[in-house]
């Protein structure tokens, strides 16, 4: 069974500063990976999606993430972050064999100060 | 993006009763699913529904819980006695018409209280 660590459970950095959450996961193959916004109240917005090809996938709003199979890790990150961005990110893993069901991990609160 | 929409936004019940939650997915896709948060913690899958049949269901998913789909564009989860424990978010998800069942799009979710 596959599962998703997200080792932080809240980070807070200024804004313009550099940003990257960490997402580990366990699956016996190259999974699928997603990442996930969650603004207060609002539904889960999707980031960007890595299948296959390249490991540094672009995302939305200005976000990218680098799968690394060695490592096991999908992490996000973003070069300049704008107050706009303070929610929850979660990170999420699908195996490719299964009906679409996502294995979601804790979530990252990012606060963002001024 | 995409849009799936849910009904009610937010669903306050009393132990025991029965609530139907609904959701409307992106059109043309056979796969819906049905996920839940409870608060504070993480995004759990309930129930994943193919071509009118359930294809997958976690642990959670147990007699009180059923889905439907009881029209073309409607998709309902019911909970039939509902548990103090069942108060969460409930979100319907559903792939893009022509994409991977893996990528999927929420819906705004439904709050339900169960006092």
């Known amino acids: 069974a596959q599962s998703v660590t997200q080792p932080d459970i809240h980070i807070t950095v200024s804004e313009g500063a550099s940003l990257e959450l960490r997402c580990n996961y366990s699956?016996?193959?190259?999974?699928?990976l997603f990442w996930y916004v969650q603004s207060p109240g609002q539904g889960l917005q999707l980031l960007l999606k890595?299948?296959?090809?390249?490991?540094l996938v672009q995302g939305i709003k200005g976000f990218e993430a680098e799968f690394k199979r060695s490592q096991s890790s999908f992490n996000l990150r973003k070069p300049s972050v704008h107050w706009s961005d303070a929610a929850e990110y979660f990170c999420?893993?699908?195996?490719?064999?299964?009906?679409?069901?996502?294995?979601f991990g804790q979530g990252t609160i990012l606060t963002v100060h001024p | 993006e995409p849009e799936v929409t849910q009904t009610p936004s937010h669903q306050v019940t009393q132990m025991g009763q029965e609530v139907i939650l609904r959701c409307v997915p992106i059109?043309?896709?056979?796969?819906f699913y049905w996920y839940r948060q409870i608060l504070g913690q993480k995004v759990e899958f309930l129930v994943s529904?193919?071509?009118?049949?359930?294809?997958?269901k976690s642990e959670i998913f147990d007699d009180q819980f059923s889905v439907e789909r009881p029209d073309g564009s409607n998709f309902t989860l019911k909970i039939r006695s509902t548990k103090l424990e069942d108060s969460a978010m409930y979100f319907c998800?559903?792939?893009?018409?022509?994409?991977?069942?893996?990528?999927?799009?929420f819906g705004p979710g439904t709050r339900l209280t169960v006092l």
């Open positions: 999420a893993v699908g195996a490719p064999t299964s009906y679409g069901k996502l294995t």
């Open positions: 699956y016996g193959a190259t999974p699928y």
């Open positions: 890595y299948f296959s090809g390249d490991t």
């Open positions: 059109s043309n896709h056979l796969y």
């Open positions: 529904f193919y071509n009118n049949e359930i294809s997958e």
């Open positions: 998800a559903s792939p893009t018409s022509g994409s991977s069942y893996n990528e999927q799009f």
